[in-house]
Structures are given as C-alpha cells and as structure tokens.
C-alpha cells in the first residue's frame, strides 16, 4: 500500500521558519514527479513547489520563490520544504503528492498527482 506521510507543521510567528518532511512508503518515487500543494480555506489547492525526479531542480510558485526551497533524498524516498521568512498569507495546509507525471507543463497541477498525504496545517501568526 502506498502511502504519504507529510510532518513538520505548526505554528509559527511572521518572519520565522519550518521544514515539511513528506516520507513515501509502499514504492519508490525517485523517478517521477513529487511536489507540496497548499490550500487555505475558501480556496483552490494551488502549487508551491515541485521536482520532476529526486535530484532535479524545483520550481516555485511566485509567492514563494526566495523564501522556500524544496529538495528530496531519493535514498530516503523522502521529500522536504524548508519554509523561510513565512508570512500571514502562507496560512494553509500544505500537502505533499507523488506521481506518475514529469511533464513539466503538468507537474505544477494537482490533477496530475495520483498519491497524495494527509495534510498538515501551517499557521503564521502575525
């Protein structure tokens, strides 16, 4: 069986940090696309940030550029975001998702992950 498991959430004041942990087990996604969503209430899931396979390079949605960087331990079949500088509006639950694309054109829409974590809530205080 399959599975995602994201920790490292909390709360966290304005100006401070995190690191996001998303372990897979059941398979290996060293090959394929792995990558954190986020959704606040009232809101669609929106992409924060992807790689297409372990080792490859991230790609960032606009709001986060600079301030987070998203890596993987392909040994580990784990994922990680390391969140700097967060602010109010990062508010959300941030999910990690896992395969099968690595098309670049799709790797930033949800639709095209099929295994998805639980979620875990990250709350910024102002």
């Known amino acids: 069986q399959v599975q995602l498991s994201e920790s490292g959430g909390g709360l966290v004041q304005a100006g401070g940090s995190l690191r996001l942990s998303c372990t897979a087990s059941g398979r290996s996604f060293r090959s394929v696309a792995m990558g954190w969503f986020r959704q606040s209430p009232g809101k669609e899931r929106e992409y924060v940030a992807v790689t297409r396979r372990s080792g490859g390079i991230g790609y960032y949605a606009d709001s986060v550029k600079g301030r987070f960087t998203i890596s993987r331990d392909g040994a580990k079949n784990t994922m990680y975001l390391q969140m700097n500088s967060l602010k109010p509006e990062d508010t959300a639950v941030y999910y990690c998702?896992?395969?099968?694309?690595?098309?670049?054109?799709?790797?930033?829409?949800?639709?095209?992950?099929?295994?998805w974590g639980q979620g875990t809530q990250i709350t910024v205080s102002s």
């Open positions: 998702a896992a395969g099968p694309t690595t098309i670049l054109s799709q790797v930033t829409n949800p639709d095209a992950y099929y295994y």
